[in-house]
Each structure stands twice: as C-alpha cells, then as structure tokens.
C-alpha cells in the first residue's frame, strides 16, 4: 500500500468534512438572518414604507442588493475575514427585507410549508451532490442555460401578466433550482478537496463563496415552490 497515497485521501476527506461544514454553517446563519429581516421588516409599517414606497425605492434596494452580491463574489479572495464576513450578513439582511412583502403577500402556513419542502428538496439534493460518482458538470451547464432563461422569460412576463407563463416559469424554476443544488455541492466538494484547512482566512473566504452559492440556491427554490403552492392572503 502506498503510504503517501492513502495519508492525501485521508487528507483530502478531512479538508471536504471541515469545508463543507463552514459552508452549511454560514448558510444557515444566512438563513436565519434573512428570516429574521424579513420577520422585522414584514412587522414594521414605517419600514415597508421607507423600503417599498413609491416606484424607485424597490428597484434601488434590489440594485443595491445585486451589487453587493456580485462585489462580494468578485472582491471576496481580497477581503479580510472580517470584511468578507460583515458584506455576507449585511447582504442576507438585505435579501431578507426584499423579500418581506412575500410574508404579507402568502399565508403563514404556506410559506411554513414552502420552507420545510424547500429544506427537504435541498437536503437530499445536497446530499446526492456530495455522494454521487457521477459528473454533473454536464448538468450544471444545462441548467445554468435554462436559468437565464427563465431569468428572460420572467422579464418579459413583467410587461405581457401571463398566468400560463407564470406557472411554467415556476416548475421550471423549481426544477433548476434542484438540480444546481447538486450540481453546486459538488463542485463545492471538489474545492473542499484541497481546501486549505491551516489557512482560517482562506478557509473563510472559500466557506463565505460557498454558503453563498447554496444560500442562493435555496433562496431561489423556496420563492418558486412559493409561488408554486403559497396560498395568498385576501
């Protein structure tokens, strides 16, 4: 047996275990802050009026939102951890407030229901993503495709109100949000594979990119089955 080939799959199983388990920790701290925001804000009258009223406030909150996203993924491996780190809360409090008005909009038993299948969904698929010998590269090409396509079609529905489009958009959106769910746990399998487990700072950065990949991913699915089976409020 070769020594040195068994010690770097041992060492490679031991960085996956320990970057995985940063990642689904800052994911689900990303989680319970974006819940949390949008809890407080979904409760505050004076709040919903500085954030959604009239027509601009929302679109420079959502601009605002998308901005801090694509800094964080572009800067992120020249922040400092504590940079890195205040960015990735301070977006998913944000997110949480945009997203407040889907907690008046749907009844609370149907956005109950739409997070723990959403948990669920994620949960295997995440599993499946870690587990599976296959490649899913192929995949994750395929439904990236389709997402900025669904990503079109929802722009164009803006302007056309299309129910039978809305409703496909959602299944639709589901689907891909499943499948890049393995697809991204994989690939974050195969960075934790040599992830550098002496280096805190770099572990945080690549544990804080990560959480935000799955973060979005469960996000993006728990608005489509949202959307899917959420009961509206009269």
Do not use: C, E
């Amino acid at each position: 047996m070769n020594i040195s080939s068994t010690s770097s799959r041992s060492y490679a199983r031991t960085s996956v275990a320990v970057y995985m388990q940063q990642v689904y920790l800052w994911m689900t701290a990303a989680l319970g802050i974006t819940a949390g925001a949008a809890v407080f804000a979904a409760s505050s009258p004076a709040l919903l009026q500085i954030f959604f009223s009239g027509t601009f406030a929302p679109i420079i909150l959502m601009v605002a939102i998308l901005g801090l996203v694509m800094f964080i993924s572009a800067r992120m491996h020249t922040l400092s951890a504590g940079a890195a780190t205040g960015l990735f809360l301070l977006y998913s409090a944000l997110n949480g407030i945009f997203l407040s008005p889907l907690l008046l909009a749907y009844t609370g038993a149907s956005v109950a229901q739409a997070f723990i299948v959403t948990a669920g969904m994620f949960g295997g698929m995440s599993v499946f993503g870690m587990i599976t010998k296959r490649d899913l590269s192929g995949m994750g090409s395929f439904l990236s495709m389709g997402l900025w396509g669904i990503i079109l079609a929802m722009i164009v529905n803006m302007f056309i109100g299309n129910s039978a489009v809305d409703l496909t958009i959602s299944v639709l959106g589901v689907v891909i949000f499943t499948g890049l769910t393995a697809f991204d746990t994989q690939k974050l399998r195969g960075m934790g594979m040599s992830a550098p487990v002496d280096d805190s700072l770099a572990m945080r950065r690549g544990a804080l990119l990560g959480a935000l990949t799955l973060y979005l991913d469960f996000i993006n699915m728990f608005i489509f089955l949202l959307r899917l089976f959420g009961g509206r409020n009269d």
